[in-house]
């Protein structure tokens, strides 16, 4: 090969590099930023007069006094708008029936979203769901409730050949000529007199526990149930992975017996999660009865199957990487074996072991498949320690699949799901800076 | 074509063990530290010591010399039973030390290693701080028991060893950071530090510059008037500056040991004569 084509195979080569670079940098980009700003959304957002109501009630939180002074605020408007709807009423009641039934059904619909907006109206019974009790938390939802109660969402079905397209018909028409038409205007005009919206800082979504399945509150209790799971899941994989990891690479012999424990070992750290789960069930919960059913103790050991090839394979590797010199110099001096083990090989080995540990730790926090059978629930209380024995969590990873999926107000939380998101993120993300600083700082120590 | 198949018969050569050659000069000295007689070592099939007999001395420097391959690394690693560590080693015959065959199956290896100490090719201290690869092995050993009997230990360990002066401002320091030569003189007093009656050194100069080395020759000759030094070398000028006896090995076989300045100036086997005078190495 000449020069001249080696030239060019150099530069094409590194062209083609640093585009696979690039294109990797603006996919990380394009899934993180949405999920950060999603995420953050949860925490700081513009939060309505609501909100702080229901953070007061539900949590106490906040100055009695500025919130009793903001509710009255709020009622002066709310209250013209609550005299509007009286008066329509009484005008309701003086038609005849069959003129009044379209206007009722329409009356009824506006009510119902403007209660979404604002909580409670007069004469509504005391709600049972918490959902009810409070209008709008947050200003965005505020915003698209207004829409709502401005405009009827229509479907044109017209052309049979092209999906419905949908278009939007002024509320206010439906109640033309009757007392109600001023209320619309006066509602567009008014909404954050009545809603009082402020920059709110929530540090209580990471802190809180849910209410009425995450229609209000934080996510305090799946970041402590996954912090449970994988933790739990370490206390069982790490030591036993680390031993068996001393066992391949200094006890064992090169037999058939061996080699099959390998095999078996590299064939499980391919198996799909969603197998690990099953057998979790199908074993530690049905078969073993480690409890009644599920439980966070059936899903850290589950989940702890599922890693311990990894942290096996990690281990093994950084023992082997020990230089041979350091165990025969111990030797030389007439330690023994399990002794050299003890003291020289494995705090040579020890940053790679923390690194596969923590690692296998972060892959334990973000799975979903193995705890559904074994440990999740959707919609729990926070647990404390002494119940892991018995029950199961909610966690992080199969609630956002859950709110995703199959929660029935999805659309109103996002933000919820995008807080989780990002908390589970960057619960992964820290592990895995702590496992680089920490290799750091071993390796820093050890060389020097 | 049957012709053809007649005509290239392989000949089989008959790989029958072959005899040991006898060793010329004196093997004995008066009162020994070590007796070793006919010592054969085996990896799985392959002997690579055959019938070696030879004592070492007290308070002497016995070199071994010859050409690389010829099993000297491998016999000096069946004085403290290093070979123990190979998984296909297996070794035969008597080394006597203490009055003792040392490859009775009743002698422990720990406190051995600890009387026949051990210092390598390629210096190599632990990962840990300068400190701590000295007052590691007596604390194992139950050496020591205080902070205070550790530090005594490591400076005079760091001041046999003649690298006292040199780190006694970091002995906090980790022990690799040192350069080539100095990691080998803390090597040297790893091993010191647990009191032992023999050393054996394994090639300790080959990777360490000329002035590196020098201070490890004086630092031998030093230590010979405590300690029994047996010290494998390629380089027959450190055999003629260092040791009083040496050995010329080779093939398996110790084919002359004898006075260091008998062996270099009137070799008795043309072998040895060879290999001295550099024909083949
Ligand atoms: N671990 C081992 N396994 C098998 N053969 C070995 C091993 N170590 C050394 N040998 C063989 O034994 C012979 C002597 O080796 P060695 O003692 O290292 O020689 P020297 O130190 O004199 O260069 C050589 O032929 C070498 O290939
Ligand atoms: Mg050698």
Same mark, same amino acid.
């Given at each position: 090969m000449d020069l001249g084509t080696r030239k060019i195979l150099d530069k094409s080569f590194t062209a083609v590099g640093i585009t696979s670079i690039l294109l990797m940098a603006v996919a990380l980009l394009v899934v993180i930023v949405p999920i950060f700003s999603g995420g953050i959304g949860a925490i700081f957002f513009k939060g309505t007069i609501e909100h702080r109501k229901l953070q007061y009630e539900e949590f106490g939180n906040g100055d009695r006094e500025v919130i009793q002074r903001q509710i009255e605020e709020s009622d002066i408007y709310r209250n013209k708008v609550f005299a509007m709807l009286g008066e329509f009423e009484t005008e309701l009641e003086s038609m005849t029936p069959a003129e009044s039934r379209k206007l009722r059904s329409s009356y009824k619909k506006a009510r119902k979203v403007l209660s979404h907006l604002l909580g409670p109206l007069p004469g509504d019974q005391e709600p049972i769901l918490l959902r009810y009790r409070y209008g709008t938390t947050r200003w965005e939802q505020a915003e698209e409730a207004l829409h709502d109660l401005l405009y009827v969402t229509k479907w044109d079905y017209s052309d049979p050949t092209r999906m419905a397209k949908q278009y939007f018909v002024p509320r206010m028409e439906e109640f033309k000529g009757t007392s109600l038409a001023v209320f619309f205007p006066f509602m567009e005009e008014n909404l954050a007199n009545m809603m009082l919206p402020e920059q709110t800082f929530y540090w209580g979504f990471i802190t809180e526990r849910s209410l009425d399945a995450h229609i209000f509150g934080g996510i305090w209790a799946e970041i402590q149930g996954t912090f449970f799971l994988a933790v739990g899941a370490m206390l069982f994989a790490f030591p036993l992975g680390v031993i068996a990891a001393i066992y391949f690479t200094e006890y064992a012999k090169d037999n058939l017996f061996t080699s099959i424990l390998r095999s078996a070992n590299s064939t499980l750290a391919g198996v799909p999660s969603i197998v690990f789960g099953l057998f979790g069930l199908a074993f530690f919960i049905n078969t073993v009865k480690v409890s009644e059913s599920k439980s966070v103790l059936a899903g850290s050991l589950t989940l702890a199957i599922m890693i311990l090839p990894t942290i096996i394979r990690a281990s093994e590797e950084a023992i082997l990487a020990v230089p041979k010199a350091y165990k025969e110099a111990s030797m030389s001096l007439g330690s023994t074996k399990w002794r050299t083990i003890v003291t020289v090989i494995l705090p040579a080995a020890l940053p790679g072991i923390i690194t596969g540990g923590i690692i296998s730790l972060g892959r334990a926090a973000g799975e979903t498949a193995p705890i559904i059978f074994t440990a999740a629930v959707s919609v729990g209380a926070t647990i404390g320690i002494a119940d892991v024995f018995?029950?199961?969590t909610p966690a992080l990873s199969w609630n956002i699949y859950n709110?995703?999926?199959?929660?029935?107000?999805?659309?109103?939380?996002?933000?919820?799901?995008?807080?989780?998101? $990002?908390? #589970?993120?960057? &619960?992964? =993300?820290? $592990?895995? #800076?702590?496992? &680089?600083? =920490?290799?750091?700082?071993?390796?820093k120590k050890l060389k020097g | 074509m049957l012709d053809v198949l007649n005509t290239t018969t392989v000949e089989?050569?008959?790989?029958?063990?072959?005899?040991?050659?006898?060793?010329?000069?004196?093997?004995?000295?008066?009162?020994?530290?070590?007796v070793c007689r006919n010592v054969n070592v085996y990896y799985?099939?392959?002997?690579?010591?055959?019938?070696?007999?030879?004592?070492?001395?007290?308070?002497?420097?016995?070199?071994?010399i010859g050409p690389s391959g010829c099993g000297k690394s491998t016999f000096l690693r069946c004085l403290n039973r290093m070979n123990d560590t190979i998984d296909n080693c297996r070794v035969e015959g008597d080394i006597i030390f203490e009055g003792n065959d040392i490859y009775d199956p009743s002698i422990d290896v720990v406190p051995l290693r600890a009387q026949v100490g051990m210092v390598f090719q390629k210096p190599n201290p632990f990962p840990k701080s300068i400190y701590e690869n000295i007052a590691w092995a007596p604390k194992i050993h139950g050496i020591v028991e205080s902070k205070s009997d550790a530090d005594e230990i490591v400076e005079t360990s760091l001041v046999k060893a003649g690298l006292w002066e040199e780190v006694k401002d970091r002995l906090d320091q980790p022990g690799t950071g040192l350069s080539g030569g100095q990691q080998q003189r803390l090597c040297i007093a790893r091993a010191i530090a647990v009191s032992p009656e023999v050393i054996l050194m394994d090639e300790p100069c080959s990777a360490l510059d000329p002035i590196a080395t020098a201070k490890i020759e004086d630092l031998i000759e030093e230590l010979r008037s405590h300690y029994t030094i047996?010290?494998?070398?390629?380089?027959?000028?450190?055999?003629?500056?260092?040791?009083?006896r040496t050995a010329f090995f080779h093939l398996g076989d110790l084919i002359e040991v004898g006075k260091t300045d008998d062996v270099f100036t009137k070799p008795l086997h043309q072998l040895t004569e060879d290999y001295i005078t550099g024909r083949y190495g």
């Open positions: 018995s029950s199961p709110l995703a999926s199959e929660h029935e107000a999805a659309n109103e939380i996002r933000h919820v799901q995008y807080g989780m998101v $990002l908390a #589970l993120i960057s &619960i992964v =993300l820290l $592990l895995n #800076l702590s496992a &680089i600083l =920490l290799r750091a700082r071993i390796s | 089989k050569r008959n790989l029958a063990p072959r005899d040991s050659r006898k060793t010329i000069g004196t093997v004995n000295v008066p009162n020994p530290r070590m799985g099939d392959k002997q690579a010591i055959r019938n070696v007999t030879i004592d070492i001395g007290c308070n002497e420097v016995l070199s071994m047996a010290i494998v070398t390629h380089s027959m000028q450190q055999a003629a500056r260092v040791s009083q």
